[in-house]
């Protein structure tokens, strides 16, 4: 055939919704010279690929089926038809095929099931000579139309017969359709919507698809469908070839199907939309028709598997195979599913089943779904229908499991007790004799009786029936018991019955036993903790106002002797050497008042835990003789006889200042409490090793008065001492061992004491040392005296930075007295700009005070060191303070500072400093 001459038609085809082809039949294959994208959708091959596709030898069954019908129309030359099944639709497909010349066949697909588009066919057109005695117009499916569009009218050029048909003529009866007709014979309803579509595609000449009625010749209306799509000829004309295809028996097929479904029984309707409404709370609702082997339809996401509506039972328990995460929920899904199955449950009348099983989503997760069928029996078929719905009840189940854990963890059991029947339902139970075929009121008692001693039953019983917790509760929220039961192991247990009403409507009364055993326990343990520790608190309160008493005297003893020699200084100015004797006096008690002073403070620090060591290069030969130089003279003066044995010591790493402090406490407590003539050995002895770390024994032991063994309990408490009584000298703050014994500890070493009345004492201190070599540069041991700076440090400009009068004024002199030229500034801001108003260079050292009012010397500093000058980061800034602890020093240098002197000031260690620097 001539395939130019089709080819103008070929735009009304390619949109067409009847599924067209041409096959051109050959010794060897059968090949399509033209397929729609209808006919594209039923056999499965891509849309545009159909033109010269090979059919024949295909795998398709469907395409098999249709080439062996074309052979058989092409070798009879008379027309076919055939009925398939093609996978592609998912339905069955009626085949009609033509011949139209040799070697050609037309043919034409539609659903077997309906009649939605003619299949009657007519000239193409008068113009195209007929090359057979059928005709390639005589199968063309529908009608067909051509118009031109000129000056924005729509104009009726042909209409092929098929169009006369599904008016109800035929060519001969009207030769031709007045253009001016035409719309007169569409239906009234119909022609404004029909005027606005034509009207819309000459604006814009676009494809026009309407569906609309015509008026046929007996008088009736007839729906009709219209695709026309623009062609334009070598002239540059536009027309219009449009296919009409019959929708009447689809519409009044629609209208049948609605009015036949308001005939359905009306119980069968309202069942099926109270299944449909649960599908705001379901995944998915499946509708089976069991005996025609069915999915009829579906609504909804299922999570079992990808489904379509029409296939069989067996393809849906295939495809959802793979959501069951083993083959024991694969199998009681397919026997839930079961046509055989679902028979039987229906005949003794059971019309609601319930499975739940464990799913797997697209995504992974591990879902619990709930399965509900809904069998009936279709009205009108008597088919057996099953409604499936799934349901996602994985969070139902979860919260179920969450309760039943914690009920199990905390709770005997929890009953729901139906105040009105004395029936109750039991949540959960860990050996409980309850059983829910039992009223309450027998179970309950059973309970009891197995329960409770004899002696407490009968009580038991009043307080917990039913009667009783309803009276407590019409005036209590809660009504609560506790009792004392003896456990199977023994020991006793406390049980809590707790009554309250469920909710507000007060029929359901929820009876939770809990055993609280463990937290009476923890009470009663945290009572015995507050009253150890109220009593503790009682005795450091007692202790603490005998030390406030104790340091009332210890204060004012050395207060006493300053106040007391200064006022005697006075009166003696003309003889020197008694002034002498009374400074000397006052240094002594000044001494002792600083020493007072830190141990509280070091007392305070431990309690609070802030106290840090410092470890540091430390050479014990050094400490040994420093023990001889303080202790040998101080034993000297009461006859003591004092012995040092060292051995195997060398230079450890350890806090020189808390270390010196451990063992001259003691020391001094043995010459303290040692009376005239006694003696005091102390021994420093090597131990196995423990790891890396040299273990050391110091051992301390005095021939004193010996402490009895009810102090020795509380000996390390803070501010206690014990009545030396018989010995003098003996005042002190009680401060000494506790500091003793936490600074021990904070060193990870241990301490032991051994001492009876009147036969001395023995302290064993055991430590742990790291070992270190010696430091390349060795400390100077002994301080020049103060005269040999009287020319190094005369001349020098000072920035004294302080606050206080009377520290201005014994620094000022201190100063002066070497030829120091001295500035004061009362606070840092006044330091800051004394410093910036002076020329570069001209102080030769800031002395700089920390706690001072508007700004500090902390601050001072910082602000000094960020200036742009040249002296101003290299200038020496030396803090003098009463900021005496080793963390105030460190952050003095953090801030910049170059040292730190913690008052009250030497003025050996000051001149010596100042000319390190200068």
Same mark, same amino acid.
Request: aromatic fraction near 8%.
């Given at each position: ?13 390619? /949109? ?83 011949? &139209? ?37 005589? %199968? ?195 026997? !839930? ?69 914690? %009920? ?87 049980? !809590? ?20 055993? +463990? &937290? ?30 104790? @340091? ?21 100015? +003309? ?34 835990? %802030? ?32 012995? &040092? ?221 960020? @200036? +742009? ?23 003095? /240098? ?25």
């Amino acid at each position: 055939m001539d395939k130019n001459s089709f080819s103008p038609y070929k735009v009304c085809f390619d /949109r067409s919704p009847v599924a067209f082809g041409i096959l051109h039949i050959q010794a060897e294959a059968y090949t399509l010279d033209y397929g729609n994208q209808a006919l594209s959708e039923l056999i499965g091959h891509p849309a545009g690929s159909l033109s010269g596709a090979v059919l024949s030898g295909s795998e398709n069954a469907f395409l098999n089926r249709l080439v062996l019908l074309c052979q058989r129309v092409d070798s009879s030359g008379v027309p076919g038809s055939d009925i398939g099944y093609s996978h592609c639709a998912n339905r069955r497909l009626s085949i009609q095929c033509y011949p &139209i010349q040799a070697g050609y066949c037309a043919v034409q697909l539609a659903d077997a099931g309906s009649n939605d588009l003619v299949s009657e066919t007519t000239d193409f057109t008068r113009e195209i000579p007929r090359t057979h005695e059928v005709g390639l117009g005589a %199968v063309i499916p529908g009608g067909i139309s051509i118009h031109r569009l000129t000056s924005a009218e729509f104009v009726n050029i042909f209409s092929s017969e098929g169009v006369y048909r599904l008016m109800g003529y035929t060519s001969e009866d009207v030769p031709a359709l007045p253009e001016n007709k035409f719309p007169d014979m569409v239906h009234p309803d119909d022609r404004e919507s029909f005027r606005r579509a034509v009207a819309e595609v000459c604006t814009r000449r676009g494809e026009l698809h309407c569906e609309y009625r015509l008026r046929h010749r007996d008088g009736s209306w007839h729906w009709v469908s219209l695709i026309a799509n623009p062609y334009i000829d070598q002239n540059g004309s536009v027309y219009y070839y449009g296919v009409y295809s019959d929708m009447d028996h689809r519409k009044k097929a629609a209208f049948q199907e609605k009015k036949a479904h308001g005939a359905l029984s009306p119980r069968y309707e309202e069942e099926v939309r109270d299944i449909q409404a649960l599908s705001d709370e379901c995944l998915c609702i499946l509708c089976l028709n069991l005996s025609s082997d069915l999915l009829e339809y579906f609504t909804g996401k299922t999570l079992s598997g990808q489904l379509y509506v029409g296939m069989t039972l067996k393809e849906l328990r295939r495809r959802t195979a793979f959501a069951f995460p083993d083959e024991t929920s694969r199998q009681r899904f397919a026997d !839930l599913l079961s046509p055989e199955h679902l028979e039987r449950e229906l005949a003794c009348g059971n019309h609601h089943l319930n499975m739940v099983l464990p799913l797997s989503d697209s995504r992974g997760r591990f879902l619990w779904v709930e399965f509900r069928i809904t069998l009936r029996r279709h009205p009108d078929t008597h088919d057996l229908i099953a409604f499936l719905a799934e349901k996602d009840i994985s969070r139902k189940i979860l919260m179920e499991d969450m309760l039943h854990q914690v %009920v199990a963890q905390d709770y005997d059991f929890l009953l729901c007790i139906e105040a009105g029947s004395d029936s109750f339902f039991r949540f959960a139970s860990k050996g409980s004799v309850f059983r829910e075929d039992v009223p309450y009121s027998k179970s309950i008692k059973r309970y009891v009786c197995h329960f409770f001693p004899p002696k407490k039953q009968q009580e038991a019983l009043r307080s917990l029936c039913l009667e009783t917790v309803l009276q407590q509760l019409n005036s209590n929220p809660t009504y609560q018991r506790l009792y004392q039961l003896p456990s199977p192991e023994g020991r006793i247990c406390y049980k !809590l019955f707790r009554f309250a009403y469920l909710n507000q409507t007060r029929q359901t009364v929820l009876l939770t036993v809990r055993d609280i055993s +463990d &937290i009476i326990s923890r009470e009663e343990r945290s009572k015995q903790r507050i009253t150890e520790a109220l009593q503790a608190a009682k005795r450091a309160n007692a202790a603490k106002s005998e030390f406030l008493s104790r @340091m009332s005297h210890d204060i004012r003893t050395p207060m006493n002797a300053i106040i007391g020699m200064t006022a005697l200084a006075r009166d003696e100015t +003309d003889n020197p050497a008694v002034i002498a004797d009374y400074l000397s006096k006052i240094e002594e008690s000044s001494q002792f008042l600083l020493g007072l002073i830190n141990d509280i403070l070091d007392m305070s620090k431990i309690e609070s835990k %802030v106290l840090i060591l410092y470890p540091e290069p430390y050479n014990l030969r050094d400490f040994v003789r420093q023990v001889k130089t303080l202790f040998r003279p101080l034993c000297a003066q009461k006859q003591i006889t004092f012995s &040092i044995t060292a051995r195997d010591i060398g230079w450890v790493l350890l806090d020189k200042l808390r270390f010196n402090q451990i063992f001259f406490n003691l020391l001094s407590n043995a010459v303290k409490f040692t009376p005239d003539g006694g003696q005091i050995t102390f021994s420093i002895l090597p131990m196995p090793a423990h790891g890396e770390r040299l273990r050391k024994r110091f051992f301390i032991r005095d021939t004193g008065i010996g402490m009895s063994p009810e102090f020795q309990s509380h000996m390390f408490e803070p501010f206690t001492q014990e009545n030396a009584s018989g010995v003098t000298g003996t005042s002190g703050t009680g401060l000494g061992l506790a500091i003793v014994k936490n600074l021990v500890e904070l060193m990870e070493g241990t301490i032991q004491v051994d001492s009876v009345p009147g036969r001395g004492t023995g302290f064993t201190v055991e430590l742990d040392l790291p070992p270190c070599p010696p430091p390349s540069r060795q400390p100077e041991t002994e301080r020049a005296n103060c005269s040999r700076y009287d020319g190094i440090l005369s001349g020098k400009r000072v920035l004294l930075c302080e606050d206080h009068p009377l520290n201005i004024q014994v620094a000022t002199r201190l100063l002066e007295k070497k030829g120091v030229l001295v500035t004061c500034a009362r606070d840092g801001q006044e330091g800051v700009r004394q410093f910036y108003a002076a020329p570069p260079h001209w102080f030769n050292v800031i002395l700089m005070d920390i706690r001072m009012p508007v700004m500090d010397g902390i601050e001072a500093t910082r602000f000094i060191r960020s @200036m +742009d000058r040249p002296d101003a980061h290299t200038i020496p800034i030396i803090a003098m303070t009463a900021n005496a602890f080793r963390q105030d020093r460190d952050q003095t /240098r953090a801030a910049g500072m170059n040292t730190h002197l913690a008052k009250p000031i030497k003025p050996a260690l000051l001149y010596q400093t100042l000319a390190e620097f200068l």
